[in-house]
C-alpha cells in the first residue's frame, strides 16, 4: 500500500492555506467516500457562518473529494491537517491500514474511510473531524428552517462570508439546508449580490 489521501468537502478545497506545501497532485472532485453531512458548525473563524460538518444525526451521504497527502507517516499527515484547520489533533480523524491506528468521533465514519482506502490501494485517510455545535451555540437542536431563520440573522461581513461558504462548497456536498437554500429568494438575491450566481 502507499500514501495517505486527505478527504475535503467544505473550505479545503478551494483555501488548503497551511496544508498547501504538504500536499501532492490535484483534488479528485467527488472521489472520495460517501459520508454523511450538513451545514450544523456554526464557526468563529468563518465569522459565525454555518459550515459542513460530518454529522451521523442530521447528516446525509455525499461524495467527498480527495488529495493526497505528501507525508509519508499518518501522524504527520494527521498534524498538518490540524495546523490548516487550527484544531487539536483530536478533531482530526484518521485511518492507517499499515499501522491499526484509528481515531475520530465516529467508528462508523472511519469503517467507511478505511474500507475505501483498501479499495483504493492506500495506507489510510485523514479528515476534518469538528463536531456539529449548532445546539449548544442556539440552546435549540438543528433543523432546516431553524437554520434559515439563523442565517437571516447574519449581517454584514457574517452574512458575506456565510454566502460564500455555502455557495462554494462543492456541487458533491449536497445537503438538505443547502437544496432548500438554492430555492430560497432571499438566499439566492444574496448570492447575486455576492457575484457567486
Not at 506545501?21 to 450538513?38: N, S
Not at 435549540?140 to 460564500?164: M, N, Q
Request: include cysteine; aromatic fraction near 6%.
Amino acid at each position: 500500500m502507499s500514501g495517505y489521501a486527505i478527504l475535503g468537502w467544505g473550505s479545503l478545497i478551494w483555501d488548503l492555506d497551511d496544508l498547501a506545501p504538504h500536499v501532492r497532485g490535484g483534488w479528485e472532485m467527488g472521489g472520495g467516500p460517501v459520508l454523511p453531512m450538513e451545514f450544523t458548525r456554526i464557526s468563529p473563524k468563518r465569522k459565525m457562518g454555518l459550515v459542513v460538518c460530518l454529522d451521523a444525526v442530521h447528516g446525509v451521504g455525499c461524495a467527498t473529494s480527495a488529495i493526497g497527502s505528501a507525508r509519508r507517516d499518518i501522524g504527520s499527515a494527521i498534524d498538518d491537517l490540524a495546523r490548516r484547520e487550527r484544531a487539536k489533533d483530536q478533531h482530526i480523524g484518521a485511518v492507517c491500514l499499515v499501522t491499526g491506528h484509528r481515531q475520530g468521533s465516529s467508528p462508523d465514519v472511519a469503517g467507511l474511510v478505511a474500507e475505501w482506502c483498501a479499495a483504493r490501494g492506500l495506507a489510510g485517510a485523514v479528515w476534518t473531524d469538528l463536531p456539529s455545535n449548532f445546539a449548544e451555540h442556539l440552546d435549540e437542536d438543528f433543523s432546516i428552517p431553524r437554520a434559515r431563520a439563523y442565517l437571516r440573522t447574519l449581517a454584514g461581513e457574517s452574512l458575506d462570508e456565510a454566502v460564500r461558504y455555502i455557495e462554494n462548497a462543492p456541487p458533491s456536498t449536497d445537503t438538505p439546508l443547502r437544496r432548500t437554500l438554492a430555492a430560497d429568494g432571499w438566499w439566492l438575491g444574496e448570492a447575486r449580490r455576492l457575484g457567486l450566481r
